[in-house]
C-alpha cells in the first residue's frame, strides 16, 4: 500500500475519533487508526521517528 493513503487515513481516523460523541464510534475510529498505524509500523518501519527531545539529555 501507499505509505502517503497510510499515513492519510491514519490522522482522518484519529480526527473522527476525537470528533465523535458516540463512545463506540470513537472506539471504531481508534480502532481504524491503530489499524493504520500498525500497517505503516509493519511495512515501513523507517518512516516512524520519534520526536527529538526539546531539551537534549545530559552528557
Request: charged content about 20%; overall charge positive; hydrophobic content about 40%.
Amino acid at each position: 500500500m501507499d505509505l502517503n493513503y497510510l499515513f492519510r487515513r491514519e490522522q482522518i481516523s484519529l480526527v473522527n475519533a476525537q470528533r465523535a460523541t458516540e463512545s463506540s464510534a470513537r472506539a471504531a475510529h481508534a480502532g481504524l487508526a491503530r489499524g493504520y498505524a500498525g500497517l505503516i509500523a509493519n511495512g515501513h518501519s523507517r518512516y516512524r521517528f520519534r520526536k527529538a527531545p526539546a531539551i537534549p539529555p545530559a552528557l
